[in-house]
Nanobody
Framework: QVQLVESGGGLVQAGGSLRLSCAAS????????MGWFRQAPRKEREFVAAISWSSGVTYYAGAVKGRFTISRDSAKNTVYLQMNSLKPEDTAVYYCAVRNLGVSTTVWAYDYWGQGTQVTVSS
């Protein structure tokens, strides 16, 4: 089992920044990827960003590319999502997830999920 705990969400004005953290514990894999997803009210969960833990290669959804940055700290088993130039449409519950294979942008491909953290961007 893998446990994921997100933190760092909150309320911010449009144009502001937030940094989300996701600390992983428990079982580890030799080749895995971690991703951030989000789910707004009455919408499906969608891909935001992902990172290959071994190579550090990153992937982003088009809506956040250039504004969000995913990174990892291997010593802390933690992945971060730096969110800049936030917009009201970024408002959602943000989830981190891990899968025991390479990076994927698909929700169902991930094996373990955190509980989510709320991000609210006011206009």
């Amino acid at each position: 089992q893998v446990q994921l705990v997100e933190s760092g969400g909150g309320l911010v004005q449009a144009g502001g920044s937030l940094r989300l953290s996701c600390a992983a514990s428990g079982r580890t894999f030799s080749n895995y990827a971690m991703g951030w997803f989000r789910q707004a009210p009455r919408k499906e969960r969608e891909f935001v960003a992902a990172i290959s833990w071994s190579s550090g290669v990153t992937y982003y959804a088009g809506a956040v590319k250039g504004r969000f940055t995913i990174s990892r700290d291997s010593a802390k088993n933690t992945v971060y999502l730096q969110m800049n130039s936030l917009k009201p449409e970024d408002t959602a519950v943000y989830y981190c997830a891990v899968r025991n294979l390479g990076v994927s942008t698909t929700v169902w491909a991930y094996d373990y999920w955190g509980q989510g953290t709320q991000v609210t961007v006011s206009s």
